[in-house]
């Protein structure tokens, strides 16, 4: 710790390397000398590690009062000690008014010296670790805005995404419980008449969720753009997901493909939220689960596929679990009953209003009460022919 000693007693500089002998020999403390507040500016720009300054009020050219306004100024951490006759209360509570940290009184106690040193010492380093982890938090913070901005830019965000189609209705939203999360959606045309859909929840939260998912997207999404079907999508990606997995991660899926000229939906779930089926007359149930397990979790597994015909203006409604697990104030879930009941209410609105109020209902069933897991959702409808 270096400390600038300004004051314009030629005696005072020899009393003080006396006296602190011992600390500046094992190199506790570096002094630095100064007669007045000029020389003391021109120390403190001179020598970047001086963090004390130890300073005399009554000084010629510039005085120890104004120099504590030039020293709080500054962008640099300082403290400064006043030294000042005693009884001289009205410098003194100038002083203090200006910034000063603490303050001596002549003749000077050299115990007091030392132990006000060590007091300024111990509060200067708590300064520069706070500083510090501010420091650190913010660059956490850069980092985790960058992952968020990378992540909302690999998800679809521009509806209607097909806007020459007269056949296809299509929503999603996803909000992360942080400022990253595990959850993600997708969807892409694999020809002129099937669509590819997925939904997906990656096991944990943050930026270590963030990248599994990020590479299960790759995974699948690269796998149905080179023409395999959901089940061969699902079994390629579970196993390359397995090899090498010291963190045992894993991601519930459900990929479909959904044929919009003949309403055929081909689909795969791997441990996923089976996705809820709307009428057109308001009536939600359940699709019947075909896949296998979760992926990332078991090797060597093969998955099934299932199919369904979809009617025209029938939605398919795929979630995460931050849905149905939403908790209240009292730590209730909503579940799958009340999302149906939603869905059912609101079945003839489009898309994006179906699914915005799926997201109003979850807000308010949770009445305020801490989001603690991403909530996603996609809502898909056939509307009938391509038109000519």
Known sequence: MRVLVVDDEEDVE??????????????EINFSFARNGVE???????EPDIEIVLTDINMPEMDGLTLLVHLKELDRVLRSVVVSAYGDLDNIRTAMNRGAFDFLTKPIDFAD?????EKTIRNVEEVKSALATHSQLENIQREL?????????????????????????????????REVGGDFYDFFMLDEDRLGIIVADVS?????????????????????????????????????????????????????????????????????????????GGQAQELRSVGGPLLGGFDGVTYREGTRMMQPGEYLFLYTDGVTEAENRMQ??????????TLERHAGLDAE????????????????????????????????????
């Open 14 to 27: 020899l009393l003080i390397r006396q006296r602190f002998r011992r600390q500046i020999r094992e190199g």
């Open 40 to 46: 003391a500016m021109a120390k403190i720009a001179a």
């Open 113 to 117: 010296l030392h132990v006000t040193l």
């Open 145 to 177: 805005q960058i992952a968020s901005d990378m992540q909302q830019s690999v998800l679809p965000s521009t509806f209607p995404p097909f806007p020459e189609r007269t056949d296809l209705d299509i929503y999603a939203r996803m909000t992360p419980a």
């Open 204 to 280: 944990g939260k943050g930026i270590p969720a963030a990248l599994y998912m990020m590479l299960s997207r790759a995974l699948v999404r690269g796998r149905a753009l080179q023409g395999l079907s959901p089940a061969q999508c699902l079994t390629e990606a579970n196993d390359m997901l397995c090899v090498n997995n010291p963190t045992s991660m894993f991601v519930t899926l459900f990929y479909g493909v959904l044929n919009l000229a003949t309403s055929e939906l081909t689909y795969c779930s791997g441990g996923h939220n089976p996705p809820m089926l709307v009428s057109p």
């Open 332 to 341: 209730a879930m909503l579940g799958t009953e009340r999302l149906a009941a």
């Open 353 to 388: 209003a179906l699914v915005q109020a799926v997201f109003d209902d979850v807000h308010a069933f949770a009445d305020g009460a801490m989001q603690s897991d991403d909530i996603t959702a996609m809502a898909v409808r056939r509307l009938g022919p391509v038109q000519p």
